[in-house]
């Protein structure tokens, strides 16, 4: 097969790929945009937030290591990645039927063990693609399609309420629609299983590519995983944000999904920006390790203003968590992709996403915590965590692959 033919099919591929991320970025992060608010109208307070945001992110990254091993010895890409995708069509509809916040925190949970299942089968499967389209493009064209969909979804929450009311009956209806993308996405999943039975065939053969000796990741892909547990300190989930918000009277109930929305718009176009710079950093010899820090650094301000008593400053604060967050979200898989063997990258993927959220759960109790105590000790926090994780990554020494 051409080069372009080999390109071709690899870009279908990551469209195909980007349509399960949409649909399915419209479900659940049409639901994360409303939880903060729903939290607060079921009476938790922030440290419960924190803690609930906190704890289903933990459940949805502990469990990730196993399901990247299990990638890597079942090569079931497809299955597991529609098992994780199916969870969303029985955990966000039954939010409707929570009633009170423990409830509420045991569906997130259960929302986030889907994704716990899926994430390295469909990071793995997203970098068989980068070989023919560049690492950095391929993650990013399926996070920008990720973030259309987190764009459109709470939007589509905004309007529910707009139209039934910002009561639990009104929520009830988001959560139950938010159902039908969910069942979109595991639909184009079976298709794209269809097209492609065995996803590895789009990849170049890779019998030469080097790795570790032992099916050992390496110390320098270690050193970059201390870098990203720092940056997951740092940055504060959507629900704390949206308490703080709320709670000073900068953005009523209303407004939170459409402010949540244009931040996750923000995010699929840093992603793409910063795709494009991690291919060419690459193109010209560099690891890709430094333009990660660029981004993190270029975020690393938005605590304090996110948290603070300006409208005005706290909308820049969130377009700031954005960039950090594509930086997390796109680039930061895509090295990994760039440097890992074809053969364990469902482990490793496993063990970057098991770091990165038993951190984020660290820091969201902590920031939860601090904000309880006082909401500018929280700021200064997550950007101090931000800026020291930006400095680990720069100086991980992480090599490129050749």
Request: net charge positive; with cysteine.
């Amino acid at each position: 097969m051409s080069d372009p033919d080999r390109t071709a099919r690899a870009y279908r591929f990551i469209i195909l790929l980007g349509w399960v991320s949409l649909l399915a970025d419209l479900c659940y992060e049409g639901m994360r945009s409303a939880i903060g608010p729903y939290l607060a109208l079921l009476g938790a307070s922030a440290t419960a937030v924190g803690a609930v945001a906190g704890t289903g992110e933990f459940v949805g990254y502990a469990l990730r290591y196993w399901s990247g091993t299990l990638v890597d010895r079942t090569h079931k890409y497809w299955a597991i990645t529609i098992a994780g995708y199916a969870c969303n069509i029985v955990a966000v509809p039954l939010l409707a039927l929570a009633g009170s916040w423990p409830a509420v925190a045991a569906l997130v949970a259960l929302e986030r063990l889907g994704k716990a299942i899926r994430s390295p089968a469909k990071a793995t499967l997203t970098s068989f693609a980068g070989a023919d389209l560049g690492a950095g493009k391929a993650f990013a064209i399926n996070e920008a399609m990720d973030q259309l969909g987190a764009l459109a979804g709470p939007l589509v929450v905004a309007g529910i309420l707009a139209w039934r009311g910002q009561t639990v009956a009104g929520f009830g209806i988001a959560f139950a629609l938010l159902g039908l993308p969910a069942l979109g996405a595991v639909a184009v999943l079976a298709r794209a299983r269809r097209l492609y039975p065995d996803p590895r065939a789009i990849e170049r053969d890779d019998r030469d590519e080097p790795g570790v000796p032992g099916g050992r990741l390496g110390p320098r892909y270690h050193v970059y995983l201390v870098g990203v547990a720092l940056v997951a300190i740092g940055l504060a989930d959507w629900p704390l944000i949206a308490f703080h918000l709320e709670r000073v009277r900068l953005l009523g109930t209303a407004w939170l999904p459409v402010v949540y929305a244009g931040a996750m718009g923000a995010d699929g176009l840093v992603s793409l920006a910063a795709g494009l710079a991690f291919d060419r950093s690459r193109a010209r010899g560099a690891t890709g390790a430094g333009v990660v820090a660029v981004f993190v650094i270029a975020g690393a301000a938005y605590a304090p203003l996110a948290f603070g008593d300006s409208l005005v400053l706290a909308l820049v604060g969130i377009v700031l968590w954005s960039v950090a967050r594509a930086a997390t979200e796109s680039i930061g898989k895509a090295l990994i992709a760039a440097i890992v063997p074809r053969a364990q990258r469902g482990r490793a993927y496993g063990v970057y996403f098991l770091v990165y959220g038993g951190a984020w759960w660290a820091g969201s109790l902590l920031l939860g915590r601090l904000y309880d105590l006082d909401p500018a000790y929280a700021g200064h926090a997550g950007s101090a965590a931000l800026v020291l994780g930006a400095a680990v990554v720069a100086g991980s020494g992480v090599k490129r692959a050749t």
